[in-house]
């Protein structure tokens, strides 16, 4: 998530946007459709999809690879998994009446408790009948000559849609590295964002886990509770900061359910998404004996808010130093090995340029005697064997290996199906030199394709539920536009797509985000081109940009549609 930047007021929009509509008439034969939209995924995206298309009077359909809705939640069943963002900010705003009905436990949710909300929201909305479960779109095929999409699933079906809206979340991709032996392993291994839903017991069992990013960080402390001995191989040590998590209060509770529009303009009124209070000041213009109190205030506290203190540790390095080498100092305090320290502490990039953890006793969790860290900086990985892993200066016998390894993120869930647009090209094929679109929404030479939180949009770098809540707004308000003009297809224009990215590369040059090899970059993937992919510009510059857009009529976007008179097409439900 980022912090508020205090980025240029002005961020220069792209005037190449306000290019004229093409609103041609096609002269294509109105086709029988299985339904007028179909949505990919249904976690918080595509559940909302879901229901605001609904109430927009589309016929509309999800297909779900899981067994049942909440998306990342369904499936990140690992020991610890939990939200880095605060109960009462990662949920929907959609509904006041929801809002006042669920109470949330804790002050950051714990995946089963984010899984109940989710499929709280499904039955309480009469979702589920709109859902197959179970099933993967393996490929959808666009055909201009009547403005479809046909969709192919692993269970055999073939369907056909006017439009195709993509909410497969920015790491739903989970990804292995390339380990010499990976096969060999004799023992049960396990991905973080793939946990057996019927849990894993690691008692008594000599664990090992590759990867100290988020899921590594929130597993690793309650993997090292209940093995008999667990280690960890560090590839790149990471910040984290104490959440600090703890039972909502009662009165927590009630403000939270009925300060409705006051919770929903103070998170609207920021870059992330999230209430946030900081100094105001730039973090150089504070004596350091003052700095020191602030941070020591948020670090007391817990949560994100330390991050967003002063607005320029974003920007200015010398500025993030003092925040970075605050956390490197604690970790020092907190690990009582000097040596092991020293390898906890991040030195190669500036803090927050990569995504910022929060831990519950990540750090403290190293002064345990069951628990060794291996430095793969100071001895690489050289082979998996049959009962463990070899370094370049020892062997390490184990029973259970857990990848927490991450995501082939934003791009790889859209790639790993074979979309293929208007000129027969795949998506792939298409981003091959890096992911391009407008607004993180469309994609030139891909019609009628919605992609929710893709990338050049906040997506991650915002609370993702209302991200999502914003595209599909947006997505809806388009449709139900195209319909009342008797219009059947839009297409981003490759002119406009190309102002955009353009612009979500400026804006990240203003930032550190560019100081760090991170999954932001593609950098964990071998070969993956190297492009900041979200929109750094933050929520309130990117809503102003969307919204301009669609009150101008869709500037940057070719519409097209059966010429006036003719009859609209007249979607046939199927039983999914």
């Excluded at 959609?94 to 899984?115: D, K, V, Y």
């Excluded at 849609?161 to 380990?179: D, K, M, N, W």
């Excluded at 992330?272 to 602030?294: F, K, M, S, W």
Aim: net charge negative.
């Amino acid at each position: 998530m980022t912090a508020d930047l205090n980025l240029p007021a002005d961020l220069n929009l792209p005037a190449d946007l306000n290019l004229p509509a093409d609103v041609s008439p096609a002269a294509a034969l109105e086709p029988t459709l299985d339904h007028e939209v179909v949505v990919i995924g249904a976690g918080f995206g595509g559940l909302y999809a879901l229901h605001e298309l609904r109430e927009a009077g589309f016929s509309a359909h999800a297909f779900e690879s899981g067994g049942g809705v909440g998306g990342t939640w369904y499936w990140n069943r690992y020991p610890g998994a939990r939200c880095d963002v605060e109960s009462v900010d990662y949920c929907y705003s959609f509904s006041r009446e929801l809002n006042a009905e669920w109470a949330w436990s804790e002050r950051f949710a714990g995946q089963p408790e984010i899984l109940r909300y989710a499929e709280h929201v499904a039955e309480r909305f009469d979702l589920l009948p709109m859902i197959t479960f179970d099933t993967r779109i393996t490929s959808a095929r666009y055909d201009d000559g009547d403005h479809t999409w046909t969709v192919e699933t692993d269970q055999g079906r073939r369907l056909r849609c006017r439009f195709l809206v993509a909410a497969v979340g920015a790491l739903s991709a989970t990804q292995v590295p390339e380990i010499p032996g990976h096969d060999r392993f004799t023992g049960p291994t396990h991905h973080t964002g793939r946990w057996p839903h019927e849990g894993v017991n690691l008692a008594g069992k000599r664990v090992g886990v590759i990867g100290t990013g988020s899921s590594g960080i929130q597993a690793i402390p309650e993997i090292a509770a209940e093995a008999a001995h667990l280690t960890v191989f560090q590839r790149t040590p990471n910040y984290s900061l104490p959440a600090r998590n703890r039972p909502m209060s009662s009165r927590e509770i009630w403000v939270a359910q009925r300060d409705y529009e006051g919770l929903l303009a103070s998170g609207n009124a920021t870059n992330a998404g999230v209430y946030n209070v900081g100094t105001g000041r730039p973090a150089l213009a504070d004596p350091p004996e003052r700095r020191a109190e602030e941070y020591e205030h948020r670090w007391a506290v817990g949560g994100t808010d330390l991050m967003r203190t002063y607005g320029d540790t974003g920007r200015d390095v010398e500025a993030n130093e003092t925040l970075a080498e605050f956390v490197r100092g604690k970790i020092r305090e907190i690990v009582a090995d000097p040596a092991t320290a020293a390898s906890l502490v991040p030195t190669d990039h500036p803090i927050g340029s990569k995504r910022i953890c929060l831990d519950s006793g990540y750090f403290a969790t190293y002064n345990r005697d069951n628990v060794t860290l291996v430095d793969l900086r100071r001895e690489p990985i050289v082979t998996i064997t049959e009962t463990g892993i070899d370094t370049d200066a020892a062997s390490y016998d184990l029973d259970v290996l857990v990848f927490a390894t991450g995501y082939d993120a934003m791009t790889g869930p859209l790639t790993r199906i074979d979309l293929r647009g208007a000129d027969g090209d795949s998506l792939a094929q298409r981003w091959s030199g890096g992911p391009r679109s407008l607004l993180g929404i469309a994609v030139a030479g891909f019609p009628n394709l919605f992609t929710l939180t893709g990338p050049g949009s906040p997506s991650v770098l915002a609370n993702v539920i209302r991200a999502n809540e914003q595209h599909v707004d947006w997505v809806v308000a388009c449709l139900t536009y195209l319909r009342e003009r008797g219009l059947t297809r839009i297409e981003a224009d490759a002119q406009a797509q190309d102002a955009w990215a353009a612009h979500v590369h400026e804006v990240a040059t203003y930032t550190l985000y560019l100081h760090a090899k991170s999954w932001y970059l593609g950098a964990n993937i071998d070969g993956k081109p190297r492009q900041f992919m979200p929109y750094i510009g933050g929520m309130v510059a990117y809503r102003k940009a969307c919204d301009d857009c669609a009150a101008a009529g869709y500037p940057g976007f070719a519409l097209a549609g059966a010429p006036r008179g003719s009859a609209a097409a007249t979607p046939v439900t199927k039983p999914a």
